[in-house]
């Protein structure tokens, strides 16, 4: 009657199954007359399909349940069309029941209705080239410079929201303007609340309405790869909201989360933290993560609040969390099924990426499996994030007693595979933005934002930046409205995005920039300890006898002449790029294009350079050998 076979039963309760999509839940028959259902609910006393073409009478059309024991309730609807709305009418013991949307639905209503909706996934793919380069790729070695975008607030056509296909063509004109190789999408997983921005979801095979159909959305991903742009899907297994229509007591019982709260409810979040352990939670899940990657083609999955799984008294006091069975901390069922869901990715999407936004210091969360890790491709640097925006966030003056805070991160740069994150987090709640987090007058704003991203974009990791950021929006984001597109064509404001750009395209083309983002082989300190200057300087190298890139912070307002740093060879180091260009609306000081070694020794090398160091600026020098200043 279903498409499950006892091989999809197997793997479902082992918590295996990958590829549940279009096996659980509704599939459409052949010619779209009819829909099959299944769903699982081993607890109930019965389930009943309602919908639009039965009156949602509950009586017209009941499933019955397996033979099997797998707890799975199947049924065909004969008069079901594609495009209709349903529910299961779960019916509990003792009498009581619910109306569940399906946890498996490809598509649903528009919010605030609660709908699942009939729908097939038919889409005629045109990035064959894109894929097949993809799975060619190492993501480790290659440039990943990643717009972070809430699609209900990046930009709106008269207040409403752009449709997924308009979104597609001015998304993709802007991150090609800008430079970026990659978009990462926050949640579009269907959610209830659009003030959770996609964080509390209930749909997790179906793509919010708010933006338009399931095909649209594959366009949105369709053309950007025809541009040449990697999409990211922020992706959440670690809660789940309490709607009634969701997951929450499913068939009456708690079945997707755990019944006690002190392991099934989320204090922070007011939410349900799925049951790790048990097998078909797990299938449901990874069947979920698969299904974006390969049905949409998404390059890679962002998985939120990692950390918030790996603990067992994450956000809670003592006597609020049950341990493990060791008497540990660590949810040792959620670190399985980390583990699980990586390795499927790896072997089953190739060149896909796994990202974590883990927040701790649990060891190995982008190490291998076999080497006792988690597997993910790579895992975001929460301490450079909070340690960089706070040193920046010091007038000058006192940075001198902060030096550490700027180089510390380099101690531990290699001990993951890092994404360096200026977040969506870091410009809400009253903590302004990236702009007016920075210290100073006007100037000295714009200034200090153009260092810390010149410091941003050569520190080794990958980068990923919150859409507003790239022109300095001076108000922090609301999800409510729009970004401030006027104030992107200011002066100051365009400066900056055109730094951006060149930040960006300086990442790509320089593999000094991005082959070693990952291993120590690409980075070397030359000084680090001129506290008392608020100087920083250190190289990035690529391959042997490639270009070497040397990269200098003067952190303080005050222009530095003559400053001398060693480097490892004669030549004409030329400046490539100075985030206090005239261009990006700085004052124009610098070095007339680059400057020649001489063989004066510095910094324990046997060449070095006397720069002119710009106020609030980042310089980046590449060296030359056979160009000379004439």
């Not at 007693?401 to 890092?418: I, M």
């Not at 100037?443 to 950021?469: D, I, V």
């Amino acid at each position: 009657m279903t498409h499950l076979a006892e091989q999809d039963i197997h793997f479902f309760r082992e918590g295996t199954h990958t590829q549940l999509a279009g096996k659980l839940g509704a599939a459409l028959q052949p010619g779209g007359e009819g829909a099959t259902f299944a769903v699982w609910a081993p607890n109930a006393e019965a389930v009943s399909v309602i919908g639009d073409w039965n009156g949602w009478d509950p009586g017209a059309d009941r499933l019955t349940p397996r033979a099997d024991g797998s707890g799975i309730w199947e049924g065909l609807c004969a008069q079901a069309r594609h495009g209709q709305v349903y529910k299961y009418r779960v019916f509990a013991s003792g009498g009581h029941s619910t109306d569940k949307a399906d946890p498996y639905a490809l598509a649903s209503e528009l919010p605030p209705a609660t709908g699942s909706r009939l729908w097939s996934l038919e889409h005629e793919w045109t990035d064959e080239a894109w894929m097949a380069q993809r799975a060619a790729t190492d993501a480790s070695q290659s440039a990943m410079s990643v717009y972070e975008v809430h699609p209900g607030s990046w930009r709106r056509d008269n207040g409403e929201f752009l449709g997924w296909r308009a979104l597609a063509h001015a998304l993709g004109e802007h991150v090609t303007n800008m430079g970026f190789t990659h978009v990462e999408l926050m949640p579009v997983t269907e959610h209830p609340f659009y003030g959770s921005w996609g964080y509390q979801t209930t749909g997790y095979f179906a793509p919010t309405a708010r933006y338009g159909t399931p095909q649209d959305l594959k366009y949105l991903v369709d053309h950007l790869h025809g541009l040449g742009i990697g999409v990211l899907l922020d992706w959440v297994p670690s809660h789940f909201p309490t709607d009634a229509h969701g997951l929450q007591d499913f068939d009456g019982t708690h079945l997707y989360e755990h019944a006690d709260p002190r392991q099934g409810f989320h204090p922070e979040w007011n939410s349900s933290i799925f049951n790790y352990g048990r097998n078909e939670v797990r299938s449901f899940l990874l069947s979920s993560a698969l299904f974006w990657l390969r049905e949409y083609h998404f390059d890679g999955l962002r998985v939120d609040a990692v950390a918030s799984m790996l603990y067992l008294d994450y956000a809670r006091k003592h006597g609020e969390w049950i341990p493990n069975i060791h008497g540990g901390r660590e949810n040792l069922e959620a670190v399985h099924f980390l583990r699980v869901l990586t390795e499927a990715v790896a072997r089953e999407v190739p060149g896909a990426v796994t990202i974590a936004e883990e927040s701790t210091a649990w060891p190995g969360v982008s190490h291998p499996v076999a080497d006792g890790g988690l597997g993910f491709s790579m895992k975001w640097n929460m301490g450079w994030m909070h340690d960089t925006l706070k040193y920046f966030g010091q007038d000058p003056v006192y940075r001198k007693h902060h030096q550490g805070q700027l180089t510390f991160s380099v101690v531990y740069a290699f001990n993951e595979r890092f994404v360096l994150p200026l977040s969506h987090d870091e410009v809400v709640h009253g903590k302004g933005s990236l702009l007016t987090r920075m210290p100073g007058d006007d100037w000295q704003q714009f200034a200090n934002l153009r260092a810390l991203f010149g410091y941003m974009w050569t520190h080794p990791g990958k980068k990923l930046l919150f859409m507003g950021g790239e022109f300095g929006q001076r108000r922090e984001w609301a999800h409510d409205g729009e970004l401030d597109w006027a104030q992107s064509r200011e002066p100051r404001h365009a400066g900056l995005s055109r730094l951006i750009g060149d930040l960006n395209g300086l990442y790509r083309d320089e593999p000094a920039l991005h082959l070693h983002d990952f291993d120590g082989a690409g980075f070397e300190w030359v000084a680090m300890d001129d506290a008392a200057a608020s100087v920083i300087a250190f190289l990035r190298k690529g391959a042997p006898g490639g270009p070497q890139l040397l990269v200098v912070c003067n952190l303080t307002p005050l222009p530095r002449h003559g400053y001398r740093l060693g480097v490892p060879a004669a030549g004409y180091w030329r400046e490539v790029l100075n985030t206090d260009s005239a261009d990006y609306g700085g004052s124009g000081i610098g070095n007339l294009g680059g400057v020649e070694a001489d063989d004066q020794p510095a910094h324990g090398r046997p060449y070095s350079v006397p720069l002119t160091l710009p106020p609030l600026a980042t310089l980046i020098l590449r060296l030359e050998p056979d160009a000379y200043a004439a």
